[in-house]
């Protein structure tokens, strides 16, 4: 069971590992199948709105506050915001 305030969005890697828009914190959170929180995605956000995982574990959050902002994280965490419109 994933306890965490204000979910909103979520996203499946194929090895069962998921992503999970934590919108009370402004996080997001990578947790194992069972539901154990592995690590934080990623920096703080302004407003994280929605999360996709690529097939090599790249995880990508849209961060509506900035503007629809897109930042892609890598598997080894580092961030980088994608251009957008």
């Not at 069972?34 to 995982?53: E, M």
């Amino acid at each position: 069971v994933v306890e965490t305030g204000e979910p909103r969005g979520l996203a499946v890697a194929a090895d069962g590992t998921f992503a999970l828009v934590e919108a009370g914190s402004k996080r997001v959170g990578r947790f194992d199948p069972a539901g154990r929180r592995l690590a934080r995605v990623g920096p703080s956000f302004s407003d994280p709105y929605d999360v996709a995982i690529d097939d090599d574990g790249t995880t990508y959050v849209v961060d509506t506050a900035a503007a629809g902002r897109i930042v892609r994280v890598t598997a080894d965490g580092r961030a980088q915001t994608i251009p957008t419109g």
